[in-house]
């Protein structure tokens, strides 16, 4: 297989501003998101739309995954407040509720404590990179009409964004680049409109509590910014380096420019001014962002730690190709340049590929880009030290905070594609919460660890009517962490993950109470399906959740077996006793109590032999009805970007492959894939990347198979197709 051939061809190229489609460079750990300049000159130009009344923001962020901000409390708050009892069967359980209310993805009637908990930390924008014109002393922002003759594209090969255009008459000719083991950006500017006043400027912002914007522009005495004297540069041969100091409540990081022949000042309290030296045509220079390393900014490691460092894997021969990099005479944006064009080609030649271009079927190209462009996408947005937001590192929703329910849509492809290194950092990140979260099932009466919903790095839950009533969430670190174990069986593995297993393991046996029908769950509780919220008090035994119970128990026991322990009966008496799913004439429902099935969100039954595999519970000829009925007449406006991958998953396995394709290219709203890869669903939610994650885990499981599947090649896909496929895990 050409497998540089094969990404290529999905270079993302563009000639004219898409305000839905900017092009990201990023590692996984840190990401910046350009307009057509091949910079952030024009942000009001890709608005993340308002909701209501809340101000519009911009995807064109800078983030990394150490990057937070808390606004100080006008006093203490805790989640006690927002704590109400529900009864269940074991008597009345605490949850963390809201006093308010979320309507249509708005938060109505909170008080100020609930509020504060939901929106802090937030994650935080760290600066805004651009052009300007300096006129007759003054600085002028670029416009849109500026900009003529533009053509810019992304090179998924190397991770290199090239963007070329003519200004004022000048052309200017732009490099973007990203250091794969470090949070530090390659810029490179040539033309003659540096002699006529073009200059680059880096603007601060402060933390923002706002819903989906990482960057409050209204606050300037809120925050501090000092620039240093220069220095010579401890990365960059021959370059002298600037240092930024930034202050913001608690988090406190530096940015720090380095180049040759430029000048660096402080033109504004949160302003800095990059000029070329006299009579200069170029400026190739870095700018590196590093935490301070205390408060709410969470140290990434010592500087110059290499990612592979960080995530504890990575091919020895790329990262030894990125060190020899290091203080070479290259000047600084292009030694970052250098790094990025050593690392990506190792990227993209390692773990799996499919190749679905000698297809005649015209749907097979399109499937083939999108596959290519979430590869890039995840590996820059969801493979850091934290379980990423929806939205990755280009901008916030949720303010930045990550959903647990939605990490293994982040993630679990990594394993499929043979990238457990990129999967690693964030399963990791479980075993610091392992305490708060032992506390939460030890105050609602339960064994082990309950994970929480919409959380910060700290684990802390947040006050929620839905959030914290979710039960999908507790299997996912076991499910992740027994496809690391499929793609490197090793007692290694076993070893590290198994109190994450093991706790996760607890809480669910423990959750689940006896009947006389069998192990039950719930009351209260809201299935993936989030359209029972009203009703969280009476739901019962949702189908995906009861399947999900059933298997993941079981790879529960199966680790203590492969660690040579003694099992725990519990677990096994669980999973063997849970009640079987309701059926309703002839499909699953969704729920075990009135009204059983509403036909709108996510059709999670279908979960339950898709994204899992055959259990005891479910059969085959009903899920194959159920699916059928899905697809007759499901109200598609209300779906989410990975309820595609779901239903291909499904058809897959009932082996319908043709059911499965036409799934994942299913012409409706929340399935639009832009041209730059983004997984589009509302003006509030430019992109979804639980929709890239999902799509390449469907795709792995259609190629490579699943455990006694069909044995044909490429059983997912129609016997027709050209399907070359190599490196990839097969499914559970």
């Known amino acids: 297989m050409d497998r540089k051939a094969l990404v290529r061809r999905h270079n993302v190229r563009q000639a004219h501003v898409d305000s839905r489609s900017p092009v990201s460079v990023g590692n996984g750990e840190f990401a910046f998101t350009l307009d057509l300049t091949g910079l952030q000159s024009l942000p009001d130009s890709y608005p993340v739309g308002a909701r209501d009344e809340l101000p519009p923001g911009t995807l064109l962020g800078t983030q990394a995954q150490w990057g937070w901000h808390a606004i100080p409390p006008a006093r203490p708050y805790d989640l006690s407040a927002s704590t109400i009892h529900y009864d269940s069967p074991r008597g009345p359980v605490p949850y963390v509720d809201m006093v308010g209310d979320i309507v249509n993805d708005r938060e109505t009637g909170t008080v100020r404590a609930e509020t504060w908990l939901r929106a802090n930390p937030h994650r935080l924008d760290l600066g805004r990179i651009g052009f300007k014109l300096v006129e007759d002393g003054t600085e002028r922002a670029l416009s849109e009409a500026d900009i003529t003759d533009a053509e810019q594209t992304l090179d998924l090969w190397t991770g290199v964004v090239t963007s070329s255009f003519m200004l004022a008459g000048h052309p200017v000719h732009v490099t973007t680049t990203c250091h794969p083991q470090r949070d530090e950006l ?8 540096l002699r006529e006043g ?55 990081y530096q940015v720090v420019v380095a180049g040759a022949d430029l000048a660096v000042e402080q033109s504004g309290q949160h302003h800095l001014r990059i000029t070329p030296g006299p009579g200069q045509g170029l400026m190739d220079f870095s700018v590196a962002f590093i935490s301070a390393g205390d408060g709410d900014c969470i140290p990434r490691g010592e500087p110059g730690m290499s990612r592979a460092a960080v995530a504890g894997a990575g091919p020895a021969e790329v990262t030894a190709a990125v060190g020899r990099l290091e203080n070479s005479a290259l000047p600084a944006g292009s030694s970052v340049a250098a790094a990025s064009e050593a690392y990506w080609p190792g990227f993209w030649l390692s773990g799996g590929a499919i190749e679905l271009a000698a297809t005649d079927d015209p749907r097979a190209q399109e499937l083939e880009r999108r596959i290519v462009l979430s590869q890039y996408l995840t ?99 076991v499910h992740l962490a027994e496809l690391v174990y499929r793609a490197n069986p090793s007692r290694k593995v076993l070893e590290e993950f198994a109190e994450i297993v093991f706790e996760s393991a607890a809480f669910m046996a423990s959750f689940a109470h006896p009947t006389p029908r069998g192990f039950e769950l719930g009351p209260p509780l ?62 699953y429902a969704a729920i075990d109590v009135e009204p059983f099935t509403i036909r709108t969100d996510h059709p999670s039954m279908l979960c339950a032999l898709g994204v899992l595999p055959q259990t005891s519970l479910i059969d085959k000829d009903i899920m194959r009805a159920t699916l059928a009925g899905v697809l007759a007449d499901w109200d598609w406006d209300s779906t989410w970007g990975w309820d595609y991958p779901v239903m291909a998953m499904t058809a897959a396995r009932l082996e319908d492959p043709e059911a499965a394709v036409n799934a994942l290219l299913l012409g409706v709203g929340k399935n639009t894939v832009l041209p730059n890869g983004h997984n589009r669903q509302t003006d509030s939610l430019p992109l979804y990347l639980p929709g890239n994650g999902g799509l390449l885990a469907a795709a792995a499981l259609m190629a490579a198979g699943w455990d006694g599947g069909p044995e044909r090649h490429a059983p997912g896909f129609p016997p027709g197709w050209a399907v070359a496929w190599e490196g990839l895990v097969p499914a559970p």
Not at 410 to 437: C, D, G, I, M, Q
């Open 379 to 477: 590996a820059i947005n969801c493979s850091g030290s934290l379980p990423p937001q929806e939205t990755g590192l280009v901008c916030n929703s949720w303010r930045g905070r990550f959903h647990l329910e939605m990490h293994w849509w982040h993630a679990a492809h990594f394993a499929h594609w043979n990238r457990v290194e990129l999967l690693l950092p964030s399963l990791r990140w479980y075993s610091t919460v392992l305490k708060v979260s032992r506390q939460t099932a030890e105050m609602q009466g339960f064994d082990g660890v309950r994970w929480p919903k919409q959380v910060g790095p700290d684990g802390r839950e947040s006050p929620s009517p839905i959030g914290t009533f979710l039960i999908w969430q507790q299997p996912h670190p």
């Open 526 to 587: 809201i299935p993936a399906q989030e359209s029972y919220g009203s009703i969280r008090a009476s739901v019962t035994n949702p189908t995906f959740e009861l399947a999900y119970w059933q298997w993941a128990l079981r790879v529960a026991a199966t680790w203590r077996e492969r660690l040579g322990l003694e099992p725990v009966p519990a677990w096994l008496e669980v999973a063997d006793g849970l009640v079987s799913p309701r059926v309703i004439d002839g499909v």
């Open 186 to 193: 390659g810029i490179r500017v040539e033309s003659p409109a």
């Open 198 to 252: 073009l200059v680059v400027t880096v603007d601060f912002p402060y933390g923002s509590e706002a819903w989906h914007d990482a960057a409050d522009w209204t606050s300037p005495d809120a925050h501090s910014t000092r620039l240093r004297e220069s220095e010579a540069s401890h990365l960059h041969a021959g370059s002298t380096a600037w240092t930024c100091s930034r202050e913001l409540d608690n988090s406190r």
